[in-house]
């Protein structure tokens, strides 16, 4: 009593097509952490201090972090610079095209209450990928 191979073969291309597609249980804890640190779709509307509530919102306040971009796309297109949606730069990933982004910047000592002061602009990104094609870093120096 054994599987015919019709059955076989089925149970073959399903266990392919489950280890091949990228559902969300195969993005990984880095992959988390990027977005919770970086991804605001569509943009909060949150009031005049954007930059202070969310960094608040978002864990970054303790110590004050100096500098965090908030992307403002859709999750398929920031992913999508981890391919076809981008190029090779420097060892990373650089997007093809710009994306709306809310940079954050400190004001003041990065202890006490946090202040922060918000540029909303277009940019390209710079992403660091991990093998799974999946943004892990978001890196914060190259302005562009």
Request: glycine residues 10%; aromatic residues 12%.
């Amino acid at each position: 009593m054994g599987l015919s191979w019709d059955r076989l073969h089925l149970l073959s291309l399903l266990l392919l097509a489950w280890c091949l597609a990228p559902p969300a249980r195969c993005q990984g804890p880095r992959y988390e952490k990027f977005l919770q640190q970086h991804y605001d779709h569509p943009r909060s509307q949150i009031g005049r201090d954007y930059c202070g509530a969310m960094m608040q919102r978002r864990g970054m306040f303790r110590p004050c972090k100096d500098t965090n971009t908030f992307i403002h796309a859709p999750k398929p297109q920031i992913q999508a610079v981890c391919g076809a949606g981008g190029i090779e730069y420097w060892g990373m990933r650089r997007s093809r095209a710009q994306f709306p982004v809310t940079t954050c910047t400190l004001r003041g000592p990065p202890w006490g209450r946090c202040s922060y002061l918000g540029h909303t602009i277009q940019r390209f990104l710079v992403v660091t990928c991990d093998p799974a094609g999946w943004p892990v870093y978001f890196d914060e120096s190259h302005i562009m």
